[in-house]
């Protein structure tokens, strides 16, 4: 089992930044990939960005040069991942959710609201 924390969502205007984090406990050695999901609104949860335990990462198409994913280790007790969003958009309104892969299933954060006014 892994457990996920999620925080930093909040309020900002177009233009402006924030971070958001993923703090990952359990069996953290199981996970082999981790990921940030968005849902907003009337849409498909979509993957924005994820990193493997080789550090490859991928981000989708309507972040890329915005938006940055990265990871912090702490011992072998825990995991934390990174958002880091820039020139953030409305668009960009959404329930940013946590995602952790293990061979055998996906676990999910609780979400966070992140709205981006005009």
């Known amino acids: 089992q892994v457990q996920l924390v999620e925080s930093g969502g909040g309020l900002v205007q177009a233009g402006g930044s924030l971070r958001l984090s993923c703090a990952a406990s359990?069996?953290?050695?199981?996970?082999?990939?981790m990921g940030w999901h968005r849902q907003a609104p009337g849409k498909q949860r979509e993957l924005v960005a994820g990193i493997t335990n080789g550090g490859s990462t991928n981000y989708a198409d309507s972040v890329k040069g915005r938006f940055t994913i990265s990871r912090e280790y702490a011992n072998n007790a825990k995991i934390t991942v990174y958002l880091q969003m820039n020139s953030l958009k409305p668009e960009d309104t959404a329930v940013y959710y946590c995602?952790?892969?293990?061979?055998?299933?996906?676990?999910w954060g609780q979400g966070t609201q992140v709205t981006v006014s005009s």
């Open positions: 995602r952790s892969s293990t061979w055998g299933s996906n676990y």
């Open positions: 359990g069996s953290i050695l199981s996970i082999n990939a």
